[in-house]
C-alpha cells in the first residue's frame, strides 16, 4: 500500500519557469510533509518541510503548498534554473511513527 | 563533523553470499535508518532504529538483518544475497525521525 503518491514522475522545464510537483497522502496522522532533493550519485538531501498547521511555507524559490483537507501538498520552484535539475521526492510521517515514508519521486530537468 | 557515512561505495556479490553494508554517523542522533533505492520504485524503508539496542522493520525488510550496538553504527547484513536485492542502498540519521541525513550510498549488485 502506497501511502505517498507522487506526480508526475518527470517534468521538462524551461529556464526561468515554474515547476510544480504534487504528492497525496492517505495517513490522516502525518503531520510532517518533506520534500528531498537527490543530484545523481549523492544521497538525498532534505530541501524544506512542513507541517499541517500551516497552509504555505517559502524558502528563496521553493515553496511548499499544503491543503490538509484534500491531503495534497506541492512543490514549487519558482525561476527554476538548470542547476535545479535533480530527483525530488516527497515524504510524511508522524512522530510517533516510523521513518519516512517517500513518494517515487520525480525527475526534473531544466533546460536552458 | 563527518555527518554519515557508508562502506563501501560499490559491491559486486555472488547469489547466496553474505555481506555487511557499514552505517556510522557523529552527529549523536538517536534514529538511523535504511533504505533501498530502485529506478521507479522510490526510496523504501527496510530496517529503522530509535536507539541502541532497538530495531524495527520497515516496509522491505526480508533478506537483510539489523542490530545497533552503539549509537554511533547501524550496520546492515544481507544473508544470504539475491539478484533482487541489487539496489543502492542509503542509511539515514535523524534526532527526531523528521528531518533525516542521508549518507552517499553503496551500489550493490548481485549477479
Known amino acids: 500500500q502506497q501511502q505517498v503518491k507522487q506526480s508526475p514522475q518527470s517534468l521538462i522545464v524551461q529556464k526561468g519557469g515554474i515547476s510544480i510537483i504534487n504528492c497525496a497522502y492517505e495517513?490522516?496522522?502525518?503531520?510532517?510533509f518533506p520534500w528531498y532533493q537527490q543530484f545523481p550519485g549523492k544521497g538525498p538531501a532534505l530541501l524544506i518541510a512542513?507541517?499541517?498547521?500551516?497552509s504555505e511555507k517559502k524558502e528563496g524559490r521553493f515553496t511548499i503548498s499544503f491543503n490538509k483537507s484534500a491531503k495534497q501538498f506541492s512543490l514549487h520552484i519558482m525561476d527554476s534554473q538548470p542547476g535545479d535539475s535533480a530527483t525530488y521526492f516527497c515524504a510524511a510521517n508522524y512522530q510517533a511513527g516510523t521513518a519516512l515514508i517517500f513518494g517515487k519521486g520525480t525527475t526534473l530537468s531544466v533546460s536552458s | 563533523n563527518a555527518g554519515v557515512t557508508q562502506t563501501p561505495k560499490f559491491q559486486v556479490l555472488k547469489t547466496g553470499q553474505s555481506m555487511t553494508l557499514q552505517c556510522a554517523q557523529d552527529?549523536?542522533?538517536?534514529?538511523m535508518s535504511w533504505y533501498r533505492q530502485d529506478p521507479g520504485m522510490g526510496l523504501r524503508l527496510i530496517h529503522y532504529s530509535v536507539g541502541a539496542g532497538i530495531t524495527d522493520q520497515g516496509e522491505v525488510p526480508n533478506g537483510y538483518n539489523v542490530s545497533r550496538s552503539t549509537t554511533e553504527d547501524f550496520p546492515l547484513r544481507l544473508l544470504s544475497a539475491a539478484p533482487s536485492q541489487t539496489s543502492v542502498y542509503f542509511c539515514?540519521?535523524?534526532?527526531?525521525?523528521?528531518?533525516?541525513?542521508f549518507g552517499p550510498g553503496t551500489r550493490l549488485t548481485v549477479t
Open positions: 539515514a540519521s535523524s534526532y527526531n525521525l523528521h528531518e533525516q541525513y
Open positions: 552527529m549523536n542522533h538517536e534514529y
Open positions: 495517513n490522516t496522522a502525518f503531520d510532517y
Open positions: 512542513i507541517r499541517p498547521d500551516v
